[in-house]
């Protein structure tokens, strides 16, 4: 199985700040994808990221809220700019290993914003 | 649009009882469906991948089934102990090419010990 790790774990952030959140996964993949899980809820696809490319967004998101970048096959990160209370969720980076249909999570980032 | 519902939200067992948790999903037509586990304020584990053409897949006291014309997925837990204690998500992929999830709202459990 993939072994996916994200940093920070946890963050704290006022208002009006940006964070940037980084998943690796330990192999190469061709698609790494980022949830969000707002408290209570249940796991919604911010985007879609291809290495070489810009990412895909799904309705409701945009790139200027959170730009990602993908700078090779295992690294991604994630950016959630200009924070609001509402953006108090936790993250999740997501990918499959090649050949398999498995998605795999990583642990995922808890932030709160104040 | 795809919508996945997970009945119900929330259910307390005694050890020892199977757990049966239910996912229903509108739009038959998937590529697979996936059932994770997780713990609270931590990421998601995989527990079973069902493909569309499967109707079960068995991991050790886990067991699921698909009846993808009937919209439904069940999870079976047999002799269930109080570290099954988490939530349990279920998740359609629509096609090979685009790994989107959809995923349910989740069934809270807790195993009584």
């Known amino acids: 199985s993939a072994v996916i790790s994200q940093k920070p774990s946890r963050d704290i952030c006022q208002r009006g700040t940006s964070l940037t959140i980084q998943c690796q996964v330990d192999?190469?993949?061709?698609?790494m994808f980022w949830y969000r899980q707002q408290p209570g809820q249940s796991l919604t696809l911010i985007a879609t990221?291809?290495?070489?490319?810009?990412?895909?967004?799904e309705s409701g998101f945009v790139i200027d809220k959170f730009p990602i970048s993908r700078p090779n096959l295992t690294f991604s990160t994630l950016t959630v700019s200009n924070m609001s209370p509402e953006d108090s969720s936790i993250y999740l980076c997501?990918?499959?290993?090649?050949?398999?249909?498995?998605?795999?999570f990583g642990p995922g980032t808890r932030l709160t914003v104040l | 649009k795809q919508e996945v519902t997970q009945i119900p939200a929330a259910l307390s067992v005694p050890e020892g009882e199977n757990l049966v948790l239910n996912c229903s999903f509108t739009?038959?037509?998937?590529?697979?469906l996936q059932w994770f586990r997780q713990d609270p304020g931590k990421g998601l584990t995989s527990l079973l991948l069902?493909?569309?053409?499967?109707r079960e897949q068995t991991s050790g006291r886990l067991n699921a089934s698909l009846d993808k014309s009937s919209g439904r997925s069940t999870l079976y837990i047999a002799a269930s102990q109080p570290g099954d204690s988490a939530t349990y998500l279920c998740?359609?992929?629509?096609?090979?090419?685009?790994?989107?999830?959809?995923f349910g709202g989740g069934t809270r459990v807790l195993v009584k010990p």
């Open positions: 739009d038959s037509a998937i590529y697979n």
């Open positions: 997501s990918s499959s290993q090649g050949g398999t249909d498995t998605q795999y």
């Open positions: 998740a359609v992929r629509r096609t090979a090419a685009g790994n989107k999830l959809t």
């Open positions: 069902i493909q569309s053409s499967q």
């Open positions: 192999s190469q993949v061709t698609m």
């Open positions: 990221a291809n290495q070489g490319s810009e990412a895909t967004y």
